[in-house]
């Protein structure tokens, strides 16, 4: 890691699926799931490619659905596209992934890890959702709310599937 890369910061969102870890592992492997849940509010998800392998690789376009002068794409007016590979995937307990947005403007380059970590508890799984290295062209405020959106999105994905 490069000494820039250290001074980015890390954004943390959790939360109670009432799901087991099985379900949640098996939405967080399959590209048609993905696209569903993973788009936050005000986004939709297309999914390019798709190899839920360590090492196998991914491509993603988040589409803003009613892009405007405070929600615009980072690829594009209306696109984010993202790509990236697989670190490691541990069933039922942890997924792992590197990931880049295709964009020119330097505040959203780097390479971000996204750790999505599964603990079984009584009522379902306590998920949570761990973005290392966070370019900062993505403000704090909008990446939270984007990930409790992202997390309540799962949570519905997955509630409805046990």
Not at 110 to 124: F, H, K, N, Q, S
Request: proline share 6%; net charge negative.
């Amino acid at each position: 890691m490069t000494d820039a890369s250290r001074d980015r910061r890390t954004d943390r969102a959790e939360r109670l699926i009432k799901a087991s870890p099985r379900t949640i592992y098996a939405a967080l492997r399959v590209p048609a799931a993905v696209a569903v849940w993973l788009p936050p509010e005000g986004m939709k998800g297309q999914v390019l490619a798709f190899e839920p392998r360590a090492g196998g690789a991914f491509r993603m376009a988040l589409i803003y659905e009613a892009p405007d002068d405070m929600a615009r794409g980072k690829t594009s007016e209306d696109t984010d596209i993202v790509s990236g590979h697989f670190v490691a995937l541990e069933p039922d307990r942890r997924v792992v992934q590197e990931t880049e947005f295709q964009s020119d403007d330097p505040a959203f380059a780097g390479v971000m890890r996204i750790t999505w970590a599964l603990e079984p508890v009584a009522d379902g799984t306590h998920v949570s959702v761990t973005c290392e290295n966070v370019p900062e062209g993505i403000s704090k405020e909008d990446h939270d709310a984007g990930l409790r959106s992202t997390l309540a999105n799962f949570a519905s994905f997955t509630e409805q599937a046990t």
